[in-house]
């Protein structure tokens, strides 16, 4: 997957769940600030990283990392717009759409790519660094085996693997 392809599904997916013309409206720069603004909430999620957006997507389409991307993109795209409807006055009007009339539907639809974005970040991050502590776990114990270190040891490790 490239950023380019990511970028037209957050597109995509912003002017399915708002379904009028705001989505027009959108420049690609705003695009890419949703999406960036994504990776760092990312990034500041516990455990704290520091993945890059070709980390997080690659070469992979079925990344895990996709689906989090986008919903927190359009959260991202959505309440940049309301942030400036707010800005420049709630009587703004976009072609025959009242700002007034639109933003507290926006905020509900951003809030509910909120919700959905952070548990799939919370599932995303635990489930990797979950794997990657049970492959760690797996190693250290297997040179423990290895190299004849103490069977106590070893059998404390191993009970407390399966605990935690």
């Known amino acids: 997957m490239t950023t380019e392809d990511l970028l037209k599904m957050v597109v995509l997916g912003a002017r399915s769940a708002v379904q009028d013309n705001f989505i027009e409206k959108v420049t690609s720069e705003d695009t890419k600030m949703a999406v960036n603004m994504t990776v760092s909430y990312i990034n500041t999620y516990k455990p704290i ?3 890059t957006i070709y ?5 992979n389409d ?4 996709v689906s989090v991307l986008v919903h927190g993109s359009i959260y991202h795209l959505i309440m940049n717009q ?16 009242s700002v ?3 933003m507290e539907a926006y905020k509900e639809i951003a809030e509910a ?6 548990q799939l970040l919370q599932n995303v991050k635990s ?5 990657k502590a049970r492959a760690l776990v797996k190693k250290v114990t297997s040179n423990m085996y290895s190299s004849g270190t103490s069977s ?5 490790l191993k009970t407390f693997r399966y605990k935690h």
């Not at 309301?82 to 759409?97: K, P, Q, Y």
């Not at 790519?113 to 952070?118: G, I, L, S, V």
């Open 82 to 97: 309301v942030s400036e409807w707010m800005h420049n006055g709630m009587d703004v009007s976009i072609d025959e759409l």
């Open 49 to 51: 990283t520091n993945y």
């Open 100 to 102: 007034s009339d639109k």
């Open 113 to 118: 790519h909120k919700e959905t974005f952070e």
């Open 62 to 65: 079925a990344s895990p990392w």
């Open 152 to 156: 106590r040891f070893c059998s404390q």
């Open 127 to 131: 489930q990797f660094y979950i794997t």
């Open 55 to 59: 980390d997080l997507i690659g070469d």
